[in-house]
């Protein structure tokens, strides 16, 4: 057994895995990365994924209405919709994370 083999093996997926989370915050995205890395040797995905650009994100806070499923984009601490109807329902905080 040739464990200096093995050990190559280990980093060789190690540096694919690396480079398939990597490619998780760039506009190639990890499955492509991840693709390219296994057919083409991870040294390609490498060069793919320091081309690629950045994926970009920007993080829009909603606030959903449980009652009315309406989503709103200005801080409220009730839902107006319902509030005209006499209902005062909690709406709940949610981070969407969009990418452009
Ligand atoms: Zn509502």
């Not at 464990?3 to 540096?15: C, E, M, P, R, S």
């Not at 309406?70 to 969407?96: A, D, Q, R, W």
């Amino acid at each position: 057994m040739d464990w200096d083999i093995i050990v190559l093996i280990i980093l060789y997926l190690f540096f694919i895995a690396y480079l398939t989370i990597k490619g998780r915050i760039k506009k190639i995205g990890s499955l492509k990365i991840f693709i390219i890395s296994i057919l083409f040797t991870p040294f390609i995905g490498l060069i793919c994924l320091l081309t690629s650009p950045e994926k970009i994100t920007y993080d829009v806070t909603q606030y959903k209405c449980e009652k009315c499923g309406y989503f709103f984009t200005e801080k409220h601490i009730y839902c107006p919709n319902c509030e005209k109807e006499g209902v005062k329902v909690l709406l709940t905080e949610s981070i969407n994370v969009m990418t452009g």
